[in-house]
């Protein structure tokens, strides 16, 4: 059991500690961010040990990454902001993965959990490269409940070039996954991950074209995701009130955790 090693602790702390430092230097995330990132990373480190901390950051290097990329490409997107990931987007994107970590290190269930926890992580991070690959899409994108052309940004948008960056999300996962730890099979690793991230980044395009709430400021009149917007609570025009964009992200983890295990399941009963 990792989290009952002292040295573990420290490790953690301190490979957080330069990350994070780094992180604010370059702006990858707000202090609410960071306070965030380092609570997830801490629990996700001591309970899940190095390899569930090594899939996150990879997840996490890569995100920013292409985030940073996305943001000098195009500078000004329909309810995006600047890029900046604060607290909220952090927590709905690491609080599955975050709880079957928790799980791994007080279970003795380690192979189901891993699959989930990549499960997690697989829609998390397809969905994330799927918007920001997708937003560098010289045309205009499609809503995916009736492929009518709409905005770059608006939510449920997609595009052949989002799904090849969900692509990416997911292969660097399975490669990293498959050769830093052993409890799954590359094949089965690959299955898993290929199936819970695609199934996780539809769900969340899904739930955002329907039931997650779209706002236009009534000062600027630019549509956005946020209920407050230039200093003040903006108008809904669609969608549910309590249903954002940071629920609609941890609907579509807790999804792909669930369809991990399953395909784990499946793939035990055809052995």
């Known amino acids: 059991m990792s989290y009952l090693n002292p040295y573990i602790h420290l490790e ?3 490979i957080l500690a ?9 702006r990858f995330i707000d202090r609410g961010g960071v306070v965030t ?8 480190y001591v309970f899940g040990g190095r390899v569930y901390f090594l899939a996150l950051l990879t997840f996490y290097l890569v995100s920013v990454a292409f985030t940073k990329i996305r943001v000098r490409r195009v500078k000004e997107v329909e309810n995006k902001e600047d890029g900046v990931r604060g607290w909220r987007n ?24 891993f699959a989930a926890y990549l499960g997690a992580l ?3 991070f397809a969905d994330t490269l799927a918007t920001e690959i997708g937003l560098l899409y010289p045309r205009m994108p499609r809503l995916i409940i009736n492929m009518k052309k709409v905005k770059p940004g608006t939510p449920g948008a997609v595009t052949y070039l ?3 960056g969900g692509l990416i999300g997911m292969t660097t996962l399975t490669l990293i996954s498959s050769t830093i730890d ?4 590359f094949y089965e690793a690959a299955i898993i991950i290929y ?24 000062v600027c009149s630019k549509n956005t995701e946020s209920s407050t917007h230039c200093g003040s609570t903006a108008e809904i025009i669609e969608g549910v009130k309590y249903i954002n964009t940071h629920t609609v992200n941890l609907i579509a983890t807790i999804i792909g955790a669930i369809v991990a295990t399953i395909i784990l399941e499946v793939l035990n009963t055809i052995k």
């Open 162 to 164: 989002g799904y090849m």
């Open 37 to 44: 990132s380092f609570i997830v990373g801490y629990i996700i």
């Open 195 to 218: 199936s819970s991230g695609l199934v996780g980044m539809t769900i969340d395009s899904i739930l955002g074209a329907t039931v997650q709430a779209k706002y236009r400021c009534r």
């Open 90 to 113: 952090v927590l709905a994107n690491g609080l599955t993965a975050t709880a079957t970590a928790v799980a791994s290190g007080l279970s003795a269930e380690q192979k189901i959990l």
């Open 182 to 185: 052993k409890r799954l099979t």
């Open 18 to 26: 330069i990350i994070f430092l780094i992180s604010m230097k370059f």
């Open 122 to 124: 697989s829609s998390a």
């Open 12 to 14: 953690a702390l301190t």
